[in-house]
């Protein structure tokens, strides 16, 4: 297959998820478990026969959430609901809530109260640094293992385990193959492309997701591109806004690199295969780098961050925050103080998922690219 | 009219020296513990660090009405217009040591529990940066609807874990004789305010809503210590003999309202009496209830190896239906006519799942009322449109007792 055509496969999922995941169970037969957040170890629901996926929260009039979250929730949690609410998901069995933040968590309790469907509470500590929370997360993976069992009234077997952790592996080193590449020759994708895959990964069945990856990377390894460019990292939670992707690539930029939930913290870091399984999923979770509701240390997301620039020779940053999501906003200004130290541009731009990109925005990115 | 509570001098008297003390803590040779508002401060007590509450400072804040600006003051260094504001307040009075006690003494540590929110998490790892102080953080697993084996044996380990972290910053062998006492002293507070607290299911009642918001302070930052039980004994002796008497903390009380969520500091004279011109009282709320709320996971005789449980399974940390459950239970004891939730931007575990409450109280048949505001930052109350909707709401409930007593 041609590149182009793999890209436009990935393109057609990433925009109408639910419609190939409806087409999915009616072929498969397979149940459709959903889920909120980037901390879900898909690898139990794979090996429970099941299908894993990333709710987005595609809706963007929200009068169904509208009466159970206040406008001063984020986006990305109302839109969730609504899609539950409105019917988007009526392929769906079941939802996964792992701990993450504040609204992630009243979520699942409004989830519970008013969408049928089974429903996982997986209680990951907050803080992953210590021995202790890790043998407890260990623990709560065990329960989620159960829990699955029980629910779905199937047996999770070691080998299914082993066995999806090699194929989740298998896909997330693609995926960051693919991440490599275009940190290696800047362009070759199309920034909007890129997110557009992994946007797609987090929906596929996981096999064929590894397996288009595979054909992309093979036509990428040796494509060439100029090599001259400004080289971009986008910070945050979600980037949803194709445009962005498309006026910085106008202004003679790439991002080259991200730390979003919706990028690289959903295939960093893989799980040990030759460490008993659910050890190994626990380990992952609390090696790779984690999203700001996560304790790894009091200097961790700035650290991270110093680290990703200096490996992918950033030349500025873009902090897409989510309107109202406190985790990231709270540790923006330390880390804003710190990048006025190390003299390296950023902007930061707040909104909501579906928010058109106007005028002002386009006026501040640009200045910004302009004194790269 | 009941006028002033005896107590309130008192109060303020205590809180006054355990500033005082604080300021001096290092001539005192003694060390601070900057500690969150639902924070195991026991163990503090029994090693004799003093525990400082920037939560409660946050509150003074908002009551002296310096919340917007100081929120402001934060918003210009880069934090969100849209986060918590007592976070910020804290933030900001810790660079320009603005308050109405000019800023609260650095800490040496920092003990952060996530049971009230994940916020504190992030608040109280800023500080540790700008300290540069340890920081621990006493990790509650969320009870959406089960609080399991794992969870209970996960807190229980951190207590230890915890007691290893003050011997180790304090250099000193963990006091477990006078723990003991401190644990029996914590739950006597704590029963004690509960009584407190129950007296208000008088008719009329003896107290409101704002007097716990303000008798709160000690139950809070000092439980576990002699002065808070003898306090609150005094306090209980007060509002009994007001019982007997029958006087009421507001003239005429007709109606009897249920307060959600965290004060409005800013507004809380205005409010009171706002509600008062109506003959109606908030007797009870569930803000200040939290305190007491966990009594029954309490061991007397071990506090320490039933302190997890306690600490992880307060009304912040529970799922929204157990929530509801909780204001279905005082709707009953207090004898409410209505419930007034305070739609609290800087709190969103409090206020999302705010409507499916309502939701769940239909059989309860009593008139709700959203007021949306914050918990300080006034920028975010409009007067006009609060006192529109709390005179519509009174209308209802008028109507309603009418109707009833027909």
């Known amino acids: ?372 | 009219m009941a006028g002033r509570l005896k107590a309130t001098k008192r109060m303020k008297n205590i809180m006054k020296w355990y500033y005082i003390e604080a300021k001096y803590a290092r001539f005192l040779g003694k060390k601070i513990a900057w500690i969150t508002s639902g924070g195991p401060v026991e163990p503090l007590i029994a090693m004799n660090i003093i525990p400082i509450y920037p939560e409660n400072h946050g509150a003074m804040i908002g009551a002296s009405k310096m919340g917007g600006k100081m929120s402001e003051f934060a918003e210009g260094l880069g934090y969100s217009s849209d986060v918590c504001s007592y976070t910020k307040n804290d933030i900001t009075s810790s660079i320009t040591k603005e308050s109405p006690i000019g800023g609260l003494p650095a800490p040496d540590m920092l003990i952060c529990s996530n049971n009230i929110c994940g916020t504190v998490l992030k608040w109280y790892e800023i500080q540790a940066r700008k300290f540069n102080v340890p920081l621990f953080i006493y990790d509650t697993p969320f009870v959406h609807t089960e609080f399991t084996d794992e969870a209970r044996e996960y807190v229980n380990e951190q207590t230890k874990e915890y007691i290893r972290f003050l011997e180790k910053h304090t250099g000193k062998k963990f006091n477990y004789k006078k723990m003991k006492k401190v644990g029996k002293l914590s739950l006597e507070a704590m029963k004690l305010w509960k009584k407190v607290l129950e007296t208000a299911e008088h008719k009329p009642s003896p107290m409101t809503a704002f007097d716990a918001f303000f008798h709160l302070a000690l139950i809070v930052t000092l439980r576990g210590k002699k002065v808070v039980v003898k306090y609150y004994r005094q306090l209980l002796e007060e509002l009994e003999e007001r019982n007997r008497q029958n006087i009421g903390a507001v003239d005429n009380e007709k109606y009897r309202l249920l307060w959600d969520n965290l004060p409005i500091w800013y507004r809380m004279r205005w409010l009171s009496e706002k509600f008062a011109s109506h003959q109606a009282a908030l007797v009870a709320d569930t803000y200040t209830q939290a305190w007491c709320g966990v009594i029954d996971y309490v061991n007397e005789d071990d506090f320490l190896s039933s302190m997890g449980e306690a600490y992880t399974r307060i009304h912040l940390n529970v799922g929204v239906d157990q929530m509801a459950d909780t204001i279905k239970k005082f709707i009953r004891q207090y004898d409410v006519d209505g419930l007034v939730m305070h739609s609290n931007r800087s709190c969103k575990p409090y206020s999302f799942g705010q409507y499916d409450i309502q939701n769940l109280l239909q059989e309860e048949d009593i008139p709700v009322l959203m007021i949306e505001a914050d918990m300080t930052d006034e920028r975010k109350f409009s007067e006009s449109q609060a006192e529109a909707r709390i005179d519509a709401f009174m209308e209802v409930i008028k109507q309603r007792k009418k109707e009833k007593q027909k």
């Open chain 1, 1 to 372: 297959m041609q590149n182009k055509k793999v890209i436009n496969l990935f393109r057609e999922i990433a925009e109408n998820p639910y419609d190939y995941l409806r087409k999915q169970k009616t072929e498969t037969g397979k149940k459709m478990i959903g889920s909120t957040c980037a901390f879900t170890p898909e690898e139990f629901i794979i090996a429970a026969g099941a299908h894993p996926f990333r709710i987005f929260g595609e809706s963007e009039s929200l009068s169904g959430a509208d009466a159970h979250i206040q406008a001063y929730g984020c986006s990305m949690v109302r839109g969730m609901l609504e899609d539950g609410l409105s019917g988007k998901l009526d392929f769906l069995d079941g939802v996964v809530f792992p701990h993450a933040c504040d609204s992630i968590q009243r979520l699942s309790d409004i989830w519970r109260l008013n969408i049928p469907s089974l429903h996982f509470d997986v209680l990951l500590p907050v803080k992953l640094d210590t021995p202790l929370a890790q043998s407890y997360f260990v623990k709560v993976l065990e329960r989620f293992r159960k829990d699955l069992e029980k629910t779905l009234d199937v047996v999770i077997s070691e080998t299914a385990l082993k066995e999806s952790i090699i194929l989740m592996n298998r896909m997330r080193s693609r995926l960051k193959r693919l991440y490599e590449l275009q940190s290696e020759k800047p362009g070759i994708l199309s920034g909007s492309d890129l997110s557009a895959v992994v946007k797609a990964c987090m929906v596929m069945d996981k096999q064929e997701a590894a397996n288009r990856l595979a054909e992309l990377i093979d036509v990428l390894e040796t494509s060439f591109t100029e090599k001259k460019i400004k080289r971009i990292l986008i910070s945050g939670s979600v980037c949803s806004h194709p445009d962005i992707y498309e006026m910085i690539e106008n202004k003679g930029a790439v991002v080259v690199w991200d730390d979003l939930c919706s990028g690289s913290r959903y295939f960093e870091g893989l799980a040990d295969e030759d460490t008993e399984p659910v050890q190994a999923i626990a380990g992952r979770f609390t090696e790779r780098y984690v999203c700001p509701a996560k304790h790894l240390g009091v200097k961790f997301q700035m650290e991270n961050l110093k680290m990703l620039i200096k490996q992918h020779h950033i030349d500025g940053i873009l902090f897409m925050l989510l309107k109202f999501c406190e985790p990231f906003s709270f540790d923006y200004p330390d880390i804003k103080t710190e990048l006025e130290k190390m003299e390296i541009p950023f902007l930061l731009v707040e909104m909501d998922r579906h928010n058109e990109v106007d005028e002002q925005m386009r006026t501040r990115i640009d200045t910004m690219l302009e004194i790269l």
